[in-house]
């Protein structure tokens, strides 16, 4: 369960923080005090027993010089030297009586004084028990004889007492200093007791011990026997000790080993833990010993450790009681909660928690109830839809239920259509060898109508190659190679292309005849000396969809047709120049003769012989040009300028070129110009050249009269019309006229030969054309007149947009004046 | 009077133009090839240049294009007179900087002077073509 694990959580944690502090500070306190007391109580000691052990001295000090004091009395020395030489017994009791009254009497604590002689005897002595006995072996008696000597006596009695001081010095003679015997001094130890107990400072008025000094501190002398020489015990109370008790301790043994004082913690004579101090007295071979009982030393501290346990316990209490209500007041919400979680996931989404601790568990109950009042809304939502989705399924389901009726059905039926389907198929398998055979047959015709094919190309002198689409040679003949010079080496289209290029790109050409489906015819290709036509066709299968398998290409080395061409070309453009120079020089001279030298023709017959030369010269050019402009028109030479013609600025402009002729004859020339016409297209050379050409022969054919041009439009054409009053044409030789060298007449020998060489309406046909309209001959009317007419294309927007930089209404082609005659 | 330079080859063509110019009252140089053609042009400065085009070693299109570089002799106004009648011909010459292009044996002489006497009337007044 996890409350408990909370609140012990929380006593826990409560009981580290609070108390470990706490006890972990309170036993160092305690600690730490426990040891500064030992220190100081060590201290204490140490600095009382050093007192003490001054005091033992300045005691001890005082009864030597006691003793010393007795051992210089004369009395007692001369005394002795007649007990001792003479063995006067009177002197012996003299010296009693003087010991005893006089000498013991100034000490209480002396308990009894003795003479003893060198041999040991004691001779002398306050008490008579003492008399005669032998101190020979006794070390104060030893040592007494060479000077003061102290010594404590624990082994046998003297003067009834069982431990005293003996302080012994040497008697010696008054006069010679002669050693007599020793002197010995025998004291209770009830003043050195009173000096370690302090009374006899008291008595003696020094200053009172330390007024801290715990009851139960002991202080004791202790022998060289590890014997108990003196302790003073407090009265009234009960002594664990007696003297000459063994006292075989820590201090004890340190000081007698090692020399050392002691201040330390140990077991005591009758093995009390006490806290003691030693001083040791080698020259005596004593040990002072300071000790208390470590609980009285410390009972301070041990009272206020069991105060710190006491308080410790308290609060332990104090830190569980709160850790517990804590707890509990932490736990309590939480198990209100945890409660609430199982109530509502049981299903009571209704279920609220009230939680007022004013902190974030309360936050806490209220997002929990906001939870529960939101689960509660989506799970209403959730059973509505779940309800609808029921609704939704059961109608689904019937649905399906029907469907499965009809599947039964389809099934059925799909049954009967396998059923079918395998009939058919036996069917199909006859039909198939049927077709097979029928297959045969046709492959076997068709390949038989390839070998022909195939046969045919091969004979052919012209190059003939089948590629597919890809440019690969599917079929070709012998003349290819001839052709290109390949001999019996195999060759691809890429070689035909390498041989061919850069003059002709090949493949460009092959691509454009495959993309454009249209045939390529290119002339003049150069293969070294020679030149080449190429004809490219696409092969287009219209199958479901127009679609490029392959190209047919022809080859044909027209070398010799075009060397024949050009060699035509050669003579005709340089007869025609040769021709001309003369012919030029003829009429350029004698029109000069006319014309500057006229006076110098004054004979008639001269001037027309001139003439003559003159205009036979015309003539001569006239036919040159004739000759010339028929071979290139045949010859499809001739360049035609498309151009923007406006006739009825141009018609005139020809007109004025006649003037001279018409007016010579007599005849007029009219341009009637009605309406405006629209411009047309057309080379304006040309134009002129047709139009002059019919106006001369009207004015040729006519005696009176003269000759008018009209222009109609006739929608896509402008026709011109040439009108002349002239002897007309009969019916029979209508047809001839636009013949070569025919003149209207049939017979060849018939011909007015001084009327041009006839070549002017073919020449002028074949112009026109070549400007797309048409020359006709529009009636003729023998004796009346006759009418000539051209058509020309009117000119479109697109042509006039295309013209619109161009040349057409030029002013600048006046600058290029071929002549108003045929060139 | 203005001078006027005919370079033709053909002395009969030369000579015939020779006597028109003449008789029209012109100064007439005379050049028998290209080169002499230009010489004559830098030394004597003709007011205009009738140049044949078909002559031997350096043709009249060829001597046109010099003349035209020539800052000397750009200025001076160049008549194409040739039997050659092509269109094309004629375009070439009128780009390169000629004036006009006639074809001899269309015209009487006389007509030809009547057209150079035009043209230098028309250049007296206006700027020479710059070549187009």
Redesign the interface.
Known sequence: MKLKSVRTKLLIFFLLVGLVPLIGGGVLNVTRARQNLQEEISNKLTLFAEAKEGQIFAYLDSLESRTVDFSSDGFIRDSLKEIVKKSSTQAVGDLNEHLRNNKQVLDSTLAGISVVDLKGKVVASTSDEEMGKNESNDKYFIKGQKGVFTVELTDHAHFGLVTSIIVSAPLTDKASGELLGVLVNFFKTDKLSAVLSGELQKEGGAISSDPDRIETLEVYLVGPDKEMIVHPSSSGKETAHTTGMKVDTLPVQVCFNNNKETAAIYSNYGQKEVIGASMCLPNKGWVLLVEVPTKDAFASITRSEFEQAGLGALLIIVVILTAVLFAAGLVGPIKILHEATEVIARGNLGYRVEIKTGDEIEQLGNAFNEMAGKLQESYAGLEEKVREKTKDLVVKIEDLGKANKSRAATERAMLNILEDARELEEELANEKTGVEKKVVERTRELAEEQARLVASIKGLSLGFMLTDNQNKIILTNPAVSRIFGFGDQKWTIADIEKLLAPGFDFLASCAKCKAEKKTVDVRDIVLGPNFLRIFLAPVVMTHDHEEVIGMVILVEDITEAKILERSRDEFFSIASHELRTPLTAIKGNTSMILDYFADQLKDRQMKEMIDDVHESSIRLIEIVNDFLDTSRLELGKMQFEKGILNLSQLIPNVIKQYQVTSSRKKLYIHFEDQEKQPPVVGDQDRFRQVLINLIGNGLKFTKEGGVTVTLKNMGKFIKVLVSDTGMGIPKDNQKLLFRKFQQAESNIFTRDTTRGTGLGLYISKLMVDGMGGSVQLESSVVGKGTTFSFTLPVATDADIADFAAGPAMNTNKSDVDTGGVKK | MAKILIVED?P??SR??Q??FT?EGYEVEMAADGQEGLDKTRIGKPTLILLDI?MPKMNGLQVLEKLKADVQTKAIPVVMLT???G??D??TA?AKGA????????????QVAN?VKEILAGYTRDEVPKVG
């Open positions: 053909d009969l063509m015939m133009y006597k028109i008789f078909m039997n050659l009648a269109q094309q004629a375009e009128l004036v006009k292009y006639i074809v001899k044996s269309e015209y009487e002489p006389k057209m």
